[in-house]
């Protein structure tokens, strides 16, 4: 059974910085690209940075310079670093993964990231 499980969001202010996490069990971490989507309130999920097999990474403009996608596959864990948060950053964010060959896709439940202006 895959499992993808967030943690680390929060309320914090305007300019401040996060860090998520996301723990992958039931599947072989470094088979899959990874990714973070939010979601914010009235709007449609929108993917925010991936991150390939081979470490190769891609940013929604609205983020890039701001956000940092990683993994440690040692971990089964991806990170999303978010720097000078902007209130327009809240949202939920989730986890994805997903194997290049497959069309089949995992989800975590989300984490709640809001941001105070």
């Known amino acids: 059974q895959v499992q993808l499980v967030e943690s680390g969001g929060g309320l914090v202010q305007a300019g401040g910085s996060l860090r998520l996490s996301c723990v992958a069990s039931g599947l072989i971490f470094g088979a899959n690209n990874m990714a973070w989507y939010r979601q914010a309130p009235g709007k449609q999920r929108e993917l925010v940075a991936l991150i390939t097999t081979g470490e190769a990474t891609t940013y929604v403009d609205s983020v890039k310079g701001r956000f940092t996608i990683s993994r440690d596959n040692a971990k089964s864990t991806v990170y999303l670093q978010m720097n000078s948060l902007k209130p327009e950053d809240t949202a939920v964010y989730y986890c994805?993964?997903?194997?290049?060959?497959?069309?089949?896709?995992?989800w975590g439940k989300g984490t709640l990231v809001t941001i105070s202006s």
């Open positions: 994805y993964a997903r194997r290049p060959s497959s069309t089949v896709a995992y």
